[in-house]
């Protein structure tokens, strides 16, 4: 089965603490995995893909085939990271992304 | 680049009236459309997949006759809820996919959502 789980709903950090927003999946091939973000009333927007291994707004995330993981990380976080992530991942050749539940990052000041 | 208009972004009307939304892609042609729904601080749920000038392949679940969807050309793809009801309120999400989306950066470019309120 294709899923993609991200076990925390919400996560509250202070500013300047280090984050790791969670995500497993689950997929028989090889997969393509992304990270989007969605702020308050915004559209949902690409933060990361597996394949470029860059690092967008200090966020990293790396693809760990042994542990099918794929957490994103920031080591300092800022308020104006608070926002939706949701976790992705690119279903074989039909182009459908299977979200995980999302996680809300709170970040206090 | 790349850019998904969705219109209208908010709506608000009476039980039993239909209700169409508009996405379209601006500067690139998408062969595919997706639709989501949203529930509040919850995932996108996929409703539809939607292929240039063919009929849309609906999830399990998903009841089409409710969700009427069209994609006529390589730019517009359209939802209508038909007869809808206070518990067909959501936010409704498209996106659309480039005909190479594999030498894209991204798979799919979402547009800003449509929140259906139902009174």
């Not at chain 1, 990270?35 to 790396?62: M, N």
């Not at chain 2, 790349?2 to 709506?11: C, D, I, L, N, T």
Request: charged share 20%; proline share 4%; glycine share 6%.
């Amino acid at each position: 089965a294709q899923r993609v789980t991200q076990p925390e709903k919400l996560l509250s950090v202070f500013k300047g603490a280090p984050v790791e927003l969670k995500c497993n999946y689950s997929y028989s091939g090889s997969p393509e995995l992304f990270w989007y973000v969605q702020y308050s009333r915004q559209r949902l927007q690409l933060l990361l893909r597996h394949i470029s291994r860059e690092s967008i707004k200090g966020f990293t995330a790396d693809l760990n085939k042994g542990e099918t993981s794929f957490h994103l990380k920031k080591p300092f976080a800022q308020e104006e990271d608070s926002a939706m992530y949701y976790c992705a991942l690119l279903s074989g050749n039909t182009g459908k992304l299977i979200f995980g539940q999302g996680t809300t990052l709170q970040v206090k000041p | 680049g790349a850019v998904v208009s969705q219109h209208p972004s908010w709506v608000i009307c009476k039980s039993g009236t239909s209700v169409k939304i508009e996405c379209r892609s601006l500067d690139f042609q998408a062969t595919t459309m997706f639709w989501y729904r949203q529930f509040p601080k919850q995932s996108l749920m996929l409703m539809a997949t939607s292929n240039e000038g063919s009929k849309a392949t609906y999830e399990q679940g998903v009841e089409k006759d409710k969700f009427l969807i069209n994609h006529a050309s390589l730019t517009l793809s359209t939802l209508t809820v038909t007869s809808a009801h206070p518990e067909d309120s959501s936010f409704y999400i498209c996106s659309a996919r480039q005909k190479f989306f594999r030498n894209s950066n991204q798979p799919q470019h979402f547009g800003d959502g449509t929140r259906l309120s139902i009174l």
